[in-house]
């Protein structure tokens, strides 16, 4: 069975420009989330959508949003790039909506490197 | 409000020598726990999760942690350390509730020969 798939893999961009970065979540997984890994740092999250809907929001500007499609996937976007929104990009996916006494855990993808210049 | 502490940054240890990576975790609620391992330019993989079952928790490759809640601490051991294991490995908690995945900073495993 595939994993969580994120596309691309790596990415260059120059300041004010802007992004979009992929997901898809494992097969049957209805929730998906965003995270934003500087280098040295542990992840911080972004956003959490579950059934195409925003369910989460982490302290990020307004600069960075994102979707869920019906099927699941999602895109991050990020406007006006800047020199600190160079990281790694993590999606996750689980079955369901939060961790909570579920304990359901998230299976993570390999994530997108994004480099500004 | 969650949130977990690790205490060491990096840990070094030898080939066939015990590993021990602790973490602390503060919370007003029953946590949700996790511990997570991720290889240079790899995603996160998980390796166990603290379901309120048992306290002794057994993962993958050989790891396990123990949940203390007199300690609030889940420290992550291993009895002995393979170099396949030199990686970063994050504390997690998830409390009741809450829809986020709090990481700690990460302690860089080194496994020497």
């Known amino acids: 069975d595939a994993g969580v798939t994120q596309s691309p893999t790596h990415l260059i961009k120059t300041r004010g420009q802007h992004v979009t970065l992929r997901c898809s979540p494992i097969s049957g997984h209805k929730s998906v989330s965003w995270y934003q890994q500087v280098l040295g740092q542990g992840p911080q999250f972004i956003f959490q959508?579950?059934?195409?809907?925003?369910?989460g929001r982490g302290n990020f500007p307004d600069r960075f949003s994102a979707r869920q499609f019906p099927n699941y996937s999602s895109e991050l976007n990020v406007n006006a790039l800047l020199l600190g929104d160079s990281a790694l990009y993590l999606c996750a996916s689980s079955l369901t909506l939060g961790q909570g006494r579920s304990n359901q855990p998230q299976h993570f993808g390999d994530g997108t490197r994004l480099s500004i210049l | 409000a969650q949130s977990v502490t690790q205490l060491d940054s990096h840990v070094s240890v030898s080939e066939g020598t015990p590993v021990l990576l602790r973490c602390n975790y503060s919370?007003?609620?029953?946590?949700?726990l996790f511990w997570y391992v991720q290889h240079p330019n790899k995603g996160l993989q998980l390796l166990l999760k603290y379901t309120s079952a048992a306290t002794l928790v057994k993962g993958i490759n050989g790891f396990e942690a123990e949940f203390k809640k007199s300690e609030t601490s889940f420290h992550l051991t291993k009895p002995s350390a393979h170099m396949s294991d030199a990686a970063e490995y994050f504390c997690?908690?998830?409390?009741?509730?809450?829809?986020?995945?709090?990481f700690g900073s990460g302690t860089r495993l080194q496994v020497q020969p």
């Open positions: 959508y579950y059934e195409k809907e925003e369910r």
């Open positions: 919370s007003s609620y029953s946590p949700s």
């Open positions: 997690v908690g998830g409390g009741t509730g809450r829809r986020a995945l709090t």
